[in-house]
């Protein structure tokens, strides 16, 4: 692990956790933002959305794509929600 690694744990729900199929997991990233690590993960496992209708929340709280990640952050990506 290189100093710019840092340890990162990620939940995904609804239809992202279908096509990863896992509800979280700890990646190792050198991402700086939040966009990059997702932009990552999206290249890696063939998400079909993008960060335009997605939110992001980093330790229990909603943030812009852009923010800083730091080691042992928590990321959520929330995708839409379907109402009925």
Do not use: C
Not at 4 to 13: A, E, L, P, R, V
Not at 58 to 79: A, R, S, Y
């Amino acid at each position: 692990m290189s100093e710019q690694d840092k340890q990162i744990n990620i939940q995904y729900f609804a239809v992202l956790k279908e096509e990863r199929g896992l509800s979280s997991e700890t990646v190792q990233t050198s991402s700086k933002t939040v966009r990059e690590l997702f932009n990552e993960l999206s290249k890696k496992h063939r998400f079909s959305l993008n960060t335009e209708r997605l939110n992001v929340a980093v330790n229990d709280e909603f943030q812009p794509w852009e923010t800083t990640l730091k080691q042992g952050d928590t990321v959520v990506f929330i995708p839409p929600v379907a109402g009925g």
